[in-house]
């Protein structure tokens, strides 16, 4: 494999630190943020990579390493043995540097602001902490209409998922509005590709494609060339968090375990009585081949959370420019019902979510086999279990934490209830059999997890 040795510049919202900032990135800093760091600048090198094995990843470049370069008017970053595919002329790409930069800006603010403190955060405290970090990203415009589309959908998707993506994207962005995704691959990359086609006819030029990830995810949904501001947040939690105060509608594609994570988040908020006016629009949508898809998940929501959670969502098949419309008219709905209360346009502060939606699930074998998935239940506690048990899995196949667990202990073992059972146990199995858990062409999916009988 080619690598090259790089001395770059700063580029994007950072360009000066403290020496105790550089320091703590430094490898014989007792902080630990190095290697965080180091895998996370990796992660942007292999822009545009169609593979999420994060441990093949590392393998493959584990003589790369990133340094930072102390300078009076800002710092440079000393990469070695950088992979060749993120260089054109022996010049990085300029996006990857800004992504570079962005790395480097969140990674120092989230340990001051998060991990190095002894400030332990509940509730409003933990909403303000992801407003603090999307505001020093830059990400929050607020004399700004309403106008950021959030879009989720899985990393492997096949040809004909993955190009309706990209209709929808496009009709999106004929109608001025921005998008926001995963950072990944597949349905996170389609609709932003498809938008900037439909900017360039409109001649918008200050379209935003907005990537938020996590350091636990980002190798192995390594952010892809169209997102021009990218945002790492401390964990999964906060990351779905920033997506929901900062997203004006939300559109669902095709996706596996990620995807069915991110939809009984929203639809768990969602449920909760002190939401039931606000104004958050929802649709899932994907090409004639995903209408069984999507009468599989509307059947698993029905089935566990009930009718209430399917009439939080409306499924178009088949239709991009439908959603479009249908995501304008609801996003002009946001703006007047903001406007009446006096909600910020920016960031949705009036939504209230629970601190079990905030804290982060730590997927280890005990707290997935504790976890309880029985309708007796309320609906929002249900919801928030299923989502942990989908968080597990995604760590299981994707991350590195989850990957060790898995290689040290075997399957995470998950229990249902009797009725809820076999609605769950066909839900994963399509999955697999979809080849939605791992990208098409990469080494045969082994589950990371069994289900049993809650009873047994």
């Not at 630990?32 to 895998?39: D, V, Y």
């Amino acid at each position: 494999m080619y690598t090259i040795d790089a001395l770059i510049s700063p580029q994007g919202s950072l360009d000066i630190l403290s020496l105790d900032e550089i320091n703590q990135l430094h490898k014989s800093a007792s902080t630990g943020l190095h290697e965080l760091f180091r895998q996370c600048c990796l992660a942007v090198l292999n822009c545009g990579s169609e593979e999420d094995d994060i441990e093949a990843l590392l393998q493959r470049n584990e003589r790369f390493d990133v340094e930072i370069v102390p300078q009076t008017r800002g710092v440079l970053l000393q990469l070695n043995n950088a992979p060749k595919s993120a260089f054109v002329d022996g010049e990085v790409i300029l996006g990857i540097k800004e992504n570079l930069y962005s790395v480097l800006r969140d990674i120092i603010y989230i340990n001051n602001n998060l991990l190095n403190s002894e400030k332990v955060r509940t509730g409003t405290q933990l909403t303000d902490l992801v407003f603090q970090i999307l505001r020093h990203a830059q990400a929050l415009a607020p004399r700004r209409k309403p106008n950021i589309v959030v879009c989720w959908g899985g990393h492997s998707i096949n040809d004909i998922e993955y190009d309706y993506t990209k209709k929808v994207g496009y009709e999106l962005g004929l109608r001025g509005y921005d998008i926001c995704t995963g950072c990944g691959p597949g349905a996170m990359k389609g609709p932003m590709k498809g938008a900037h086609i439909a900017h360039a006819k409109q001649r918008c030029y200050d379209y935003r494609y907005i990537g938020i990830t996590e350091p636990g995810i980002i190798a192995a949904e390594s952010p892809n060339a169209m997102v021009n501001e990218l945002i790492i947040m401390p964990d999964i939690e906060k990351r779905l968090e920033a997506f929901v105060r900062l997203g004006h509608g939300f559109i669902v594609f095709p996706g596996g375990v990620g995807t069915a994570e991110e939809i009984l988040y929203l639809l768990g908020i969602l449920l909760h009585p002190n939401n039931a006016q606000l104004k958050v629009p929802l649709i899932f949508t994907g090409p004639t081949s995903s209408k069984a898809y999507f009468d599989q998940i509307d059947a698993f929501i029905g089935a566990t959370l009930g009718p209430k959670a399917q009439a939080k969502y409306q499924i178009i098949i088949q239709d991009p420019s439908a959603v479009a419309i249908a995501s304008k008219a609801q996003i002009n709905n946001v703006l007047e019902h903001r406007q009446k209360i006096g909600d910020a346009y920016h960031y949705n502060w009036q939504l209230h979510i629970e601190d079990d939606f905030q804290h982060p699930f730590i997927p280890t074998h005990d707290n997935m086999a504790n976890l309880i998935l029985d309708s007796s239940l309320s609906t929002a506690t249900l919801a928030s279990n299923l989502r942990k048990a989908m968080s597990g899995i995604v760590a299981g196949n994707v991350k590195t934490f989850g990957l060790e667990q898995i290689r040290l202990h075997g399957p995470y073992k998950l229990k249902a209830q009797t009725k809820m059972l076999d609605k769950l146990d066909v839900l994963l199995r399509s999955f697999v059999a979809q080849n939605r858990m791992k990208l098409p062409g990469s080494k045969a999916y082994q589950p990371c997890y069994t289900v049993s009988d809650l009873e047994t």
